[in-house]
């Protein structure tokens, strides 16, 4: 299997699933329509809707009731980067060499563009209920609100800004990792074996090989913040440090942090042979995640 | 009936019920829960939480399931006054006398925490799924969602920033008054409807109602802004003519939009009384929503 063209396939397929929920730029409201589907269309290699689909397949799902749940998850991802990219957040003009939202909309809109995304996104999936009114779609909703919010990716958020400037434990940044990338990659595997029925044995595997996934690939960020080339990574490095920022890497070292990535990266691997299945595109999924020099 | 009473009971009985929902100021995300609950907390007459308990209870609904609802929707009106407080939106230090959010608590987290109360209000809605998994339930959590997005509150809110400092016409207007306040209130009372089981035809009754109300209670507030004074309003008065901005009453003229405003209020209240249930409380509070002196 050809790992990049199969991903190119799966990202068009996505993105055209996505762009069929996207809300129609008319209306009094049309401004901030606009500014929500610059947003979602400005690009990113939606892995989050990508790891969904493939557990949902993983565990025979072949329904539609998927996709409600895929294009709100990334409207939920893309929301979040809007809200960070505020001046009085992040204050970043560029993200992947465009324009950020309020960069193009102002700032007033950014926000209610952001406001607008984390909305429709649960527009999206009350929708849902109109293919099919079950317990399973309630708990995917639930998974989905509680992974978002102050005890996911909101709460990781939070704990990032309050740790700017100051030397935190190990466990703080273990919250951080956890929450603020881990909680929706959860979020994303666990909605997609929820609404294929997974047990609910099968669906505490499928929660640890995301926390794993989530927790590496952060490990792996500040590893290559300290290690990598403005060049190869395409975003400055060395952040961490000259913000004073506590990273994993500065408190366990860089050759503990690297036997850390591999650890969890085979550990979730290892999980998911455990599991039933056709798993192929989904274990090299996660190595490219985790295993990359970008 | 003494209604101040009766009203100070119900706003009372209401703030339990929120209370019992809000969350547990904890953990590392102890700061942006300490901003959500402040913002929840800080007064208000709970109109939206009580339309809808009276609704629910107009249909005959007895149970707790339209608890949940009601706490998402005072969450959401909340989170809509705390980013409409932000210094990139109206800027605004005080509200009812107190701190807004982001005043006591800085920008970054008062936009988390409207973020933070915006996904808050859909976990507590997708627990209502643990109390009753119905069509009910899923087709209430459809209503608050649109209303509350670009199809509701947040479109209107759009049109109003963009109306500012220029002329508009009247269909503007009413399209704002619909949407930004109109919408949540026709969401509390739909939203009582739908979960007592009303029948359709009950339904298009109470969004009548819930409409006229909504466009009543705005027409009046152009006209309190023309009238009244700064010391019976408790605001600045004059304020729509001092920014130049397009009102109902600018447009209309006074006498007219005074008949308007009892047009729409003996329309909500011919409705009512057509519908069958004890509405004693719900007429009077319809009363004192429109013919209001501040």
Redesign the interface.
Known sequence: MDLKTELQKRIEEIESVIVGYL?EEA???K???EA?NYSVLAGGKRIRPMLMQETYRLFGGTGNIVEPFMCALEMIHT?SLV?DD????DNDEYRRGKKTTHAVYG??????A???L???A??V???A??IE???NV?KA??I???K????GM??G???D??SENKSVGIE?IE??HK?KTGALIESAMLIGAVLAGATDEDMQKIEQIATDIGVAFQIQDDILDLTSTTEVLGKPVGSDEKNHKSTYVSLKGLEQSKKDVEYLSNRALDTLASLPGENAFLEELIRMLIVREK
Request: aromatic share 12%; with cysteine; glycine share 10%.
């Open positions: 809300p209306g009094y409201q401004t901030v329509i929500m929301y809200h505020l001046p009085a957040m700032e007033t809109m950014g926000i209610l952001g406001d607008g984390l909305n429709y649960f527009e999936v009350s929708s209920f109109d009114c079950s317990e309630a909703m639930q989905l609100a509680k978002a919010g102050i005890y909101i709460g958020q939070v704990a800004i309050e703080t919250f951080i929450m």
